[in-house]
């Protein structure tokens, strides 16, 4: 069994930065596609974006330019770094594992409790 947990999340200011932290437990998961999605108050979960078990990264274009998301193998450990974040990025952050490199929630099988985040204008 796969335990996926957040971290990194706080209070911040329009223009902060902060990195999140996804770190895996139970299983090693070098084979999996790896992404992040978010939920804001009162709005569906959305896609932020994935990466795959070679490092490849797509995108969602609310994050393109603004957001990295990175990947150790040898930590369990999926970074998403955040940067020029705007009052619009509020919301839990959740990461998720499976195994098809895809923008779907569905192709995802494990996914962590959520990490909050709110940027205050």
């Known amino acids: 069994q796969v335990q996926l947990i957040e971290s990194g999340g706080g209070l911040v200011q329009t223009g902060d930065s902060l990195r999140l932290s996804c770190a895996a437990s139970?299983?090693?998961?070098?084979?999996?596609?790896m992404a992040w999605f978010r939920q804001a108050p009162g709005k569906d979960r959305e896609f932020i974006g994935t990466?795959?078990?070679?490092?490849?990264?797509t995108y969602a274009d609310s994050a393109k330019g603004r957001f990295t998301i990175s990947r150790d193998n040898t930590k369990n450990t999926m970074y998403l770094q955040m940067n020029s974040l705007k009052p619009d990025d509020t919301a839990v952050y959740y990461c998720?594992?499976?195994?098809?490199?895809?923008?779907?929630?569905?192709?995802?099988?494990?996914w962590g409790q959520g990490t909050q985040v709110t940027v205050s204008s």
């Open positions: 139970g299983r090693t998961f070098s084979g999996y596609a």
């Open positions: 990466i795959s078990r070679e490092s490849l990264t």
């Open positions: 998720a594992i499976g195994l098809i490199y895809s923008i779907l929630e569905r192709h995802y099988d494990y």
